[in-house]
């Protein structure tokens, strides 16, 4: 009944009403009708109020209906470990999150693993035509094609917008300039920070690395994280005090503050010393 409300409020008027306007104004002045001339500019004011009208109000009713979110999922280009391990902090996280990888065995293991995957290419048409992505609004390309993470934020950027694809960083260690693979320009933005590429993920799960969630207070402050934790545990993901959730990237510097929530990728020694649950939440 919400998504029916939300779509009986919209009705804004647009071409059609002022096509039918202006024929219906040329009729009515050649029959000698007064006032005919002011039809068309009264079809105009009305099409441009009830744009106004809507466009004002969309959202904010959107949601108090409930109906909208302004966290928008997860489209996950990639079923291998690291993008299942990513993939499933999210799901536990409460967000919407699909993957997609073109391998049977990756998206057999994510499906026993009970995440949501497809079994197709990310570049695929079959995706966009197909696949209901109305609750998903970011792009994770986690694969360790670069190649294929690169196309894929190409993709969906037309879709979801420069601001929300993301890739793991290239390595491209030793091919610097032109040498590398493919140019910065055609790249989304490098998630989890300088030099986090798949292998470098891959090889910190092989050491037992695991997602920990951390909330941060005023007693336990993103400094003591940064002291307690060193090198051996790596953000991927900030949930501010204000709601706002989104990834963590290498081109941004990013300050947590007292109230945030962290999502990290953490190796065992560091997971031993995190705070009493308190001051963080795993």
């Not at 005919?36 to 959107?62: D, K, M, N, S």
């Not at 951390?214 to 051996?232: I, N, P, V």
């Amino acid at each position: 009944w919400r998504e029916k409300a939300f779509l009986a409020w919209m009705a804004p008027r647009g071409i059609v009403a002022a096509a039918i306007a202006s024929v219906f104004a040329l009729r009515l002045e050649q029959l000698g009708y007064p006032g005919a001339e002011q039809f068309v500019p009264t079809t105009f004011t009305v099409i441009v109020g009830t744009v106004l009208i809507y466009g004002l109000t969309a959202a904010p009713l959107a949601r108090r209906l409930g109906i909208s979110t302004s966290n928008p999922g997860f489209l996950v280009v990639g079923a291998n470990p690291v993008a299942r391990l990513v993939a499933q902090s999210l799901v536990e996280d409460g967000h919407a999150v699909l993957l997609i990888d073109s391998s049977p065995e990756a998206a057999r293991d994510a499906r026993l693993a009970g995440l949501p995957v497809l079994y197709a290419s990310a570049l695929s048409e079959f995706v966009s035509a197909q696949v209901d992505l109305s609750a998903i609004g970011r792009l994770l390309a986690l694969t360790p094609n670069e190649e294929l993470n690169s196309l894929a934020c190409l993709r969906y950027n037309r879709s979801f917008g420069r601001d929300a694809v993301f890739q793991l960083a290239p390595d491209d260690a030793g091919q610097p300039g032109r040498k590398e693979k493919v140019h910065a320009e055609l790249r989304g933005r490098l998630l989890f920070g300088p030099g986090i590429t798949y292998q470098s993920l891959a090889d910190k799960l092989a050491a037992g690395a695991t997602a920990r969630k951390t909330r941060l207070t005023e007693t336990f402050t993103w400094q003591d994280f940064q002291a307690t934790h060193g090198q051996r545990a790596w953000p991927m993901f900030i949930a501010t005090a204000a709601g706002h959730f989104s990834p963590i990237t290498a081109e941004l510097a990013v300050v947590p503050q007292a109230g945030d929530t962290l999502i990290s990728l953490v190796l065992p020694e560091a997971a031993e010393v995190e705070p009493e649950p308190a001051a963080a939440a795993s």
